[in-house]
């Protein structure tokens, strides 16, 4: 790819993340026209219900997503570069089970133990969701790390981590056996993924704990790229490998935490958005596969927003359900074409 399309490429991502960044506040149950959005956001309009919609619901949820797509997306390009494999995402070592489990304990244990649906107890409930899903990812986070400093491959870690999904999931369905009705109805919908649970009063934790993930994977792209050249060559380069696995470990788990926690567990984001990239850009380096996979994982989530909030589903459609749609025949057409991670 020459330089010049390389740069009209780059100027298409961003001409239209802004334009589906404007779709996110124009589409919902309410239709509101794009002048008066603008003078919304001109600080323009004093009409309240129109400041309400647009700066407190639809743009905390249009904001949420470009967070989520990025962290998910660099996650996902860090585990494929890794592992050496194309089928790798945030969730191959456990850590998005390891949060559902924590709140299955919240939301089906607490319920199951107190017999009060723990939905019931309002906004406690949010923030307690929150924190569980965030202990139980970082929990899983660190058994992975200490399993990373006895194993001698990653394939082996592979096999560890779907071995820690498989127990948590077992858990988690243990004790959905035992609860109620309204909580695994709640447990559900959380599975399901949204955008809409942060809000304002969330979005600048949100905001930090993502921007911290994103600027530490920008440092990691020169040992990405080395990584790339193999594990022997590397190690002839000075670079240590097992300190280096880990940094990438621990970075793409804390993203896939901070996610999970605020929004649920995404499915296809992660494991799609790096191929989505290396077939746009031609390209196995780093230093430009990040930045631009953090722009099209905004892009997709930003599209699957609107999808989701389009009139005729009442802005109820799980986000997982469109997310999975368009990252399915993504993963086949990598399956199909037998595509490697180093090109």
Known sequence: MTKKVRISTIFGIVLLG?????????????????????????KESDDSKLITIILNYRMPQAVTAMLAGAGLAVSGLLMQTLFRNPLADPSMLGISSGASLGVGIV????????????????????????????????????????????????????????????????????LKFFSQKEDIHAFVIWGMGSFSAVGTSK?????????????????LSKNLNVLLLG??????????????SLIIILISGYLTAIVTAYCGPIAFVGLAVPHITRFLFKSSDHRLLIPMTMLIGMNLT?????????????????INAVT????????????????????
Do not use: H, Q
């Open 302 to 318: 930003l599209f699957c927003n609107v999808i989701a909030r389009m009139p005729g589903f009442d802005g109820n459609l799980p």
């Open 324 to 343: 999975a749609f368009i990252g399915a025949p993504v993963v086949i057409a990598v399956i199909l074409k037998g595509n490697k991670v180093v090109r």
């Open 18 to 42: 802004i334009v589906l960044f404007l779709m996110n506040l124009f589409v919902g149950s309410v239709t509101i026209p794009f002048n008066d959005i603008l003078d919304v956001l001109l």
């Open 107 to 174: 939301i089906l244990l607490t319920g199951a133990i107190s017999g009060t649906a723990v939905s019931s107890f309002g906004w406690w409930s949010t923030i307690g969701v929150s924190l569980a899903a965030f202990t139980g990812a970082v929990a899983v986070l660190f058994l992975i790390l200490a399993f990373n400093s006895r194993t001698k491959n990653m394939a082996t870690l592979i096999i560890i981590g779907l071995m820690i999904a498989y127990v948590a999931s077992s858990i988690t369905d243990i």
């Open 231 to 244: 594990e022997m060559y590397a190690e002839n380069l000075g670079l240590n490998i097992k300190r280096n």
């Open 203 to 219: 979005l600048g934790i949100l905001s930090v704990s993502v921007l911290i993930g994103l600027i530490a994977s920008v440092f």
